[in-house]
């Protein structure tokens, strides 16, 4: 599985673009916004895009799904069902992160911890990582060892519960019990900012030691 990074909005969002190098199929996770310079970027990579994959709710990693979608007759899949109150609430995201107005639109199909997706031959695996979001799911390829991680976890640094139903003490049971479960030579690939490693992040990390938080 390739990665491909095109990050996206004034939020700098970091929207991948996974492509199966058997195939040619390809999948876009979190298309945040800037629907045209996705468009470009996949006719420049000459892929089929055949999904749009979410890890939460958002708008900032959702903004674009919609437009996409209709225009490449694909299905939005995820996140869990337990982030449908920001999909509900997506005109008042839109005014509260001063994005253009948009209006409220439905994943294709929920996900669910253990669920598997896939892009062309490449199979991911589901994880449901709530604290950031209580839907909020992500994605892990066990064949090239990389993890999508949304805003779960960053290098340094942790996602943000100050938002209606974020909780901080399970955003940490969430990465000690999956993120932490993989092995330290697997990449993490953040829904903003830099990637790190797992075990970067088990060593240095000064939310996950209790430092901080």
């Known amino acids: 599985m390739k990665v491909i990074t095109v990050p996206v909005t004034g939020f700098a969002q970091n929207c991948r673009i996974i492509i199966c190098q058997q195939t040619n199929k390809a999948a876009l996770v979190d298309p945040g916004g800037d629907a045209e310079k996705l468009c470009a970027q996949l006719a420049s990579l000459g892929c089929e895009l055949i999904a749009i994959y979410l890890t939460h709710g958002h708008l900032d990693h959702v903004g674009a799904a919609k437009q996409l979608a209709d225009k490449f007759n694909v299905d939005i899949i995820g996140p869990h069902i337990d982030d449908k109150f920001w999909f509900d609430s997506l005109p008042m995201q ?3 992160f001063g994005f253009a107005p948009i209006s409220p639109f ?12 896939s892009v062309g031959n490449s ?3 589901v994880r449901h990582c709530p604290g950031h979001t ?3 799911v992500v994605f892990y390829d066990d064949e090239t060892q990389q993890v999508i991680v949304g805003d ?3 290098q340094g640094s942790v996602g943000r519960t100050d938002f209606p139903k974020g909780d901080s003490a399970q ?9 932490l479960s993989f092995a330290d030579e697997v990449a993490i690939l953040p829904g903003h900012g830099p ?3 797992v075990g970067h992040e088990r060593k240095t990390n000064p ?3 209790g430092r901080f938080g």
Not at 106 to 117: A, F, R
Not at 171 to 179: D, F, G, N, V, Y
């Open 207 to 209: 939310f996950i030691s």
């Open 94 to 96: 839109a005014q509260m």
């Open 123 to 125: 199979q991911l695996s």
């Open 134 to 136: 209580p839907g909020h």
């Open 106 to 117: 439905y994943p294709t199909q929920w996900l669910n911890h253990g669920d598997m997706i």
């Open 171 to 179: 955003l940490l049971a969430s990465i000690k019990s999956e993120i």
């Open 152 to 154: 779960v976890i960053f």
């Open 195 to 197: 990637n790190t490693t």
